[in-house]
């Protein structure tokens, strides 16, 4: 039912069920906010969205009062001008005074506010507690100085990641947002997703940074520097520089890197492709034997940690194969490099990714050859960009550079995992291939597409019929496992990605991305797919030349040495 109100002096049409916020987005009118995230119910926590309503006393929260037919709405009378002012004042009262040190400067939501409402001076002065900052994670830290109490962080990590690592401790003038015993995160069911990171307005939640590291190390003699890029890295630096992320991108990206300091630069997707050949073999070998069915993908380390932490009983279902960020850093060590004629203690490799849980996984012992680890540095999105600025260069004057290793060859199906459903849709195809000899009819899965958070497809292979999964936000997972253990699914595959739709959306993309940007990611990976030569991993010629002079069969013992990793299963009682 539509009826009329007035917002502002002007009528405006309105819908039974909208809320204020709701028609005020619509017509475009900005009213701030701090805890509202769009795509969850509202909670009208943070107050700072309020408008006036003729004959209401009290000033109302936009985001979570519904519109009736009688309203007259002002969203900014001198009242709800003050009133809000007074709620930043009162914010800023107790925070820190560090904004030119702050990993969040100039992309503040508080500051933007303080700013919005024209504060230039501290009008009230809260005690302020000495509260330590929470580094002890691998991905990731927290600065509970820095929290406005919004609680954007708790829903997301409890509504979309279902992991509840943190929540409100206290109450009232006493409330905060903590872990549990305050332990810290690294001692929660944290998955090290870095989603948390995403919504937070302000600098109380990060990545763990290794700017400084990557920097010393392209400065030291002593070491030959090399660099991995995920597949959903070109199109989100594009953004950040305003390019159009179009084929040059990628070659404009290799010679950024290539000016920064790196010796060699490698695509992770080719990678990828390895990851296909070892996983593909893994599963006809389970299928055969009817063995540890469904087999989950392990690519994704939050999903891998968590049913590691919480789903110990699914570890035998993990595919044991690296992932790919794993796997290009010890191919590089072990056998890439060598035709630099380095040795593998001097080769320091660094991975750009969309993710701060691969922070985590290359920290994680089980990835180490020998002594070192498979990777001595991993970077975000968000890093990589801040690098690229500090050391001048200008993506607008660089010529573009094509590989300069054959081992950044890949194949459209490496390309594809940094999208939910990709790394399934690469996967089947060369299992539709190894079970038959034959290339499916049409490589594109549409069911595997999109942004839904759950996708399913029935692909046939010759006389067998595969059902497979594609899974994205960790929340959606709990469904599909009761089924499971209940027996109510056939599923033989399932792709898990902890994040929402996938790794274009990591903990370590863009801060303030929107589905704009997830859909112009999405469609560029999608696009290498219609434009590339070659769209499966086995017809991959580095990845056939690797299996002939360095590794065995797909599948094979020694592979499961090389690529492969040990799981601890728990006994059974």
């Known amino acids: 039912m539509q009826f009329n109100i007035e917002i502002n002096e002007q009528q405006v049409s309105a819908k039974r069920g909208e809320t204020i916020k709701n028609v005020l987005d619509r017509i475009g009118i900005h009213v701030p906010t701090l805890c509202y995230l769009n795509g969850f119910s509202p909670t009208?926590?943070?107050?700072?969205?309020v408008v006036e309503i003729e004959g209401v006393s009290e000033l109302v929260p936009s985001c979570s009062h519904l519109v009736t037919e009688w309203m007259k709405i002002k969203t900014h009378s001198p009242r709800v001008l003050k009133a809000r002012k007074v709620l930043v004042e009162l914010l800023l009262a107790s925070h820190p005074d560090d904004c030119l040190y702050c990993e969040r400067s100039r992309n503040c939501g508080l500051q933007d506010l303080a700013d919005e409402m024209n504060i230039r001076e501290r009008k009230y002065h809260g005690k302020r507690q000495l509260v330590q900052i929470d580094k002890a994670c691998t991905s990731i830290v927290r600065d509970p100085a820095k929290c406005v109490l919004c609680g954007r962080c708790i829903r997301v990590c409890d509504e979309i990641i279902g992991v509840y690592a943190i929540d409100v401790v206290g109450r009232g003038s006493e409330s905060r947002i903590g872990t549990s015993y305050n332990k810290g995160l690294n001692m929660q069911t944290c998955v090290k997703c870095g989603q948390c990171i995403m919504v937070c307005p302000t600098g109380a939640l990060s990545e763990k940074s290794s700017f400084q590291v990557v920097l010393d190390a392209l400065n030291n003699p002593e070491l030959f520097p090399v660099i991995q890029f995920s597949p959903t890295i070109p199109a989100s630096v594009a953004e950040e520089f305003?390019?159009?992320?179009?084929?040059?991108?990628?070659?404009l990206l290799r010679a950024a890197l290539k000016k920064m300091g790196f010796n060699q630069v490698f695509d992770s997707s080719m990678a990828a492709d390895l990851t296909i050949m070892e996983e593909a073999a893994e599963f006809i070998e389970r299928y055969n034997k009817q063995v540890n069915l469904p087999m989950?993908?392990?690519?994704?380390?939050?999903?891998?940690?968590?049913?590691?932490?919480?789903?110990?009983?699914?570890?035998?279902n993990l595919s044991t194969t690296c992932s790919p960020q794993q796997m290009m850093g010890r191919l590089i060590k072990n056998y890439i490099t060598s035709s630099a004629s380095q040795k593998p203690e001097n080769v320091f490799v660094v991975s750009v990714m969309p993710c701060t849980a691969k922070k985590h996984e290359a920290t994680t012992d089980r990835m180490k050859d020998g002594t070192s680890f498979n990777v001595d540095a991993v970077i975000t999105t968000r890093e990589l960009v801040k690098m690229i600025r500090m050391l001048g260069i200008d993506f607008n004057s660089l010529e573009p550079e094509s590989n300069d290793t054959a081992f950044s060859m890949r194949s459209s199906s490496g390309n594809l995992f940094g999208i939910s459903g990709g790394h399934l849709e690469g996967l089947m195809r060369t299992i539709h291939f190894m079970m038959t000899g034959q290339e499916m009819s049409t490589l594109k899965i549409s069911e595997l597409?999109?942004?839904k958070n759950k996708k399913e497809a029935r692909i046939k292979a010759g006389k067998n019929i595969l059902n497979v999964m594609a899974v994205n936000g960790l929340a959606h997972v709990n469904a599909v496992i009761d089924d499971i253990e209940a027996n109510r699914t056939d599923?033989?595959?399932?792709?898990?990605?902890?994040?929402?739709?996938?790794?274009?959306?990591g903990g370590g993309q863009s801060l303030g991305s929107d589905e704009k940007n997830l859909k112009t990611r999405m469609k560029s990976l999608y696009d290498v797919d219609d434009e590339e030569m070659i769209k499966v991993a086995h017809k991959n010629p580095i990845i056939t030349d690797l299996y002939e002079k360095f590794l065995a069969k797909p599948g094979s013992g020694h592979n499961k040495e090389l690529l492969h990793l040990s799981r601890i299963i728990p006994e059974t009682k």
């Open 491 to 505: 599923c033989q595959i399932i792709e898990v990605m902890a994040c929402p739709f996938g790794c274009i959306n």
């Open 449 to 451: 597409r999109g942004l």
């Open 296 to 316: 989950f993908t392990s690519c994704c380390p939050a999903w891998v940690r968590y049913v590691e932490e919480t789903k110990p009983q699914l570890i035998k």
């Open 242 to 251: 305003n390019i159009k992320a179009s084929k040059d991108i990628l070659n």
């Open 44 to 49: 009208g926590g943070c107050r700072m969205c």
